[in-house]
């Protein structure tokens, strides 16, 4: 506090003498009035420096004229308000801040600036006739302790870090709450000491951990410490924790104390472990994928093969022979890619949906001779069932030789048919029907087929198990399909 009042100073003098006071001092100084616009009387050549502002006559301008304060000044601006009421009041010397309060650059906008203000009253006839403000910026020092914040909040949370210091001799342990949380304690549940978190460590880890601890205690000062271990939770789950750490003489006792971190990496070992799996399943479904296309492939030979001993068998070698044998055997590879297409991988294997293999094969059916679907009918009554992809292949072969005979004795010479695909499932398994009206028993010979058709049924059905019955009731042919209950691999 500065009392000139018995020098009888006026405000108009009274800038100088404190002028001589504070002109050489390191510290920026600021004069100004406590009046409603807090106008300025004098600053030194600090201020100016500090504020970047030199050669600037501030005089008479209210504070915040001269220096108008951006949006993050507001809080700076109130407290010095609030500041000289008090000083006003009470005659006594006020510190504010640290307050962020921005300067304007010199290529326009505000430069961020923060400052720790300590303003005193000037004293004249026992009233405050104007303040001193000394004014210092601390902007380094604020953002470089914003910076270091940042870094400590981004660590622990990207990585959730926590602290601690631990004493083997008393086994006493000093840690952050987090801590606690990922050996799945409680709040205060853990006590002091660290025997309950060895307890928690998992059986195979533990002796490990004990062996480190009892390594860096022995060697040399300033080697790290490297744990890496799993604690199992109450709820089953585990939690898979890193420990860095070093031994430090703690001011405190003059104790030799294990200090560093815990780095919870659960998300990073349970995302491992998932791609680790993930690429099990992919290497297992290349390896089902090869051996599905290549008994696939092993049966397209095997198909053309016996066409072609057939042909050979009958005598028949004309090109309309050839082309009918070709015909047939295009639309059974056709069937076969329509299974792989359909293919799903489950666990390591791939399998096929029953529902929509028979939906495709029915579509592709009708649309191959432009049927309507109360033409070829598919009716389906029961759960879905998964085949193994080598059934499916079998199945979709079978089918389409028996939806072949459908349209070679059933089609009507109006281009009509009626023709019908049941498949119900139960406990006692499946069953699929294949019924045709019977438009004349002499076959269409526009629909490619040979006798290999219904050789080739009965093999496929007895590679996989199926049952085949025929019937015919009056005009109406049916052949069904028991599928067993289980496939083979």
Do not use: C
Not at 262 to 291: C, G, K, P, W, Y
Not at 305 to 329: D, H, P, W, Y
């Amino acid at each position: 506090m500065v009392d000139i009042s018995e020098h009888h100073a006026t405000p108009t003098n009274l800038g100088a003498l404190v002028k001589s006071a504070v002109e050489q001092a390191p510290a920026a100084a600021l004069l100004f009035l406590p009046d409603d616009r807090f106008t300025l009387l004098w600053r030194n050549a600090a201020h100016e420096a500090m504020t970047q502002s030199t050669g600037l006559d501030v005089a008479g301008r209210g504070m915040f004229d001269a220096f108008p304060p951006n949006e993050g000044g507001d809080a700076a601006k109130s407290a010095i308000e609030d500041a000289v009421a008090v000083i006003v009041d009470t005659r006594n010397t006020v510190d504010i801040g640290p307050y962020r309060y921005d300067l304007i650059a010199e290529t326009g906008g505000f430069v961020e600036h923060h400052w720790r203000m300590r303003m005193s009253p000037v004293i004249e006839d026992d009233k405050v006739v104007a303040i001193l403000q000394i004014a210092q910026d601390v902007t380094r020092e604020i953002l470089d302790k914003n910076f270091s914040e940042s870094l400590q909040r981004t660590a622990v949370s990207t990585a959730a870090l926590s602290y601690f210091r631990y004493d083997p001799e008393t086994d006493l342990f000093i840690r952050s709450p987090a801590v606690d949380r990922m050996f799945g304690f409680a709040e205060g549940e853990a006590g002091e000491h660290a025997t309950p978190f060895f307890e928690r460590v998992h059986p195979e880890d533990v002796q490990g951990v004990y062996d480190e601890v009892e390594r860096i205690f022995a060697a040399p000062r300033g080697e790290v410490a490297a744990f890496d271990y799993r604690v199992p939770q109450t709820d089953g789950s585990e939690r898979f924790l890193r420990i860095r750490a070093e031994v430090s003489v703690d001011p405190a006792d003059r104790r030799e104390k294990l200090v560093g971190t815990f780095i919870d990496l659960t998300d990073v070992e349970t995302n491992r472990r998932q791609l680790r799996r993930e690429l099990s399943l992919r290497e297992a479904l290349v390896n089902e994928a090869n051996h599905r296309i290549k008994n696939s492939l092993a049966i397209a030979l095997a198909m053309l093969r016996v066409e072609k001993q057939e042909i050979a068998r009958s005598g028949e070698g004309s090109a309309q022979s050839a082309m009918s044998a070709l015909v047939s055997l295009e639309a059974r590879i056709n069937a076969i890619s329509g299974v792989h297409g359909m293919m799903e991988l489950a666990g390591d294997k791939t399998d096929v949906s029953l529902h929509v293999l028979l939906d495709r094969l029915v579509s592709q059916t009708r649309s191959s001779v432009g049927l309507g679907e109360t033409d070829l009918r598919l009716i389906i009554d029961g759960a879905d069932r998964r085949l193994h992809s080598d059934m499916a292949t079998t199945l979709a072969m079978i089918l389409n030789e028996l939806l072949t005979n459908t349209l070679k004795y059933g089609l009507s010479k109006d281009g009509s048919a009626d023709i019908e695909v049941a498949a119900q499932s139960s406990a006692d398994g499946t069953v699929i029907a294949v019924e045709n009206r019977i438009e004349s028993a002499q076959p269409i010979e526009a629909i490619s087929s040979t006798r290999v058709g219904s050789m080739l049924i009965q093999q496929l059905a007895n590679d996989f198990g199926a049952h085949i019955d025929t019937d015919t009731k009056g005009d109406i042919y049916a052949v069904h399909i028991t599928l067993p209950e289980t496939t083979r691999a």
